[in-house]
């Protein structure tokens, strides 16, 4: 990796047993910039649920090469990019987790 790069991936564990893993790319040169990323989300027993990714393999949808593939890898959708704070609260809402002030 360069010298103003970096690579951020983990792994975040939800109360019901489902998951998230997450991994960006990002340069910090002039400004934290995001180079690539994707976020993959399963149920406990591994059943795929979503992904956001920009892997460049589907050039026909109008966000490209931003997607989401919701149930199975096949099905991409457009999305705009987004960041692991909105996709930990789609995760939220799908598990039925409430938000409190202040967190």
Request: glycine share 8%.
């Amino acid at each position: 990796r360069e010298p103003k790069s970096g690579y951020v991936r983990g792994n975040v564990y939800f109360a019901d047993g489902s998951l998230l893993h997450f991994r960006e790319f990002v340069n910090t040169e002039r400004r934290i910039e995001r180079i690539s990323y994707a976020y993959h989300y399963q149920k406990a027993n591994g059943t795929f649920v979503f992904r956001y990714d920009d892997s460049e393999h589907f050039p026909a949808l109008p966000s490209f090469p931003h997607h989401k593939h919701i149930g199975n890898e096949s099905n991409a959708t457009p999305a705009s990019p987004p960041d692991l704070a909105t996709v930990l609260h789609e995760i939220g809402m799908l598990i039925g987790i409430e938000e409190t002030s202040g967190s």
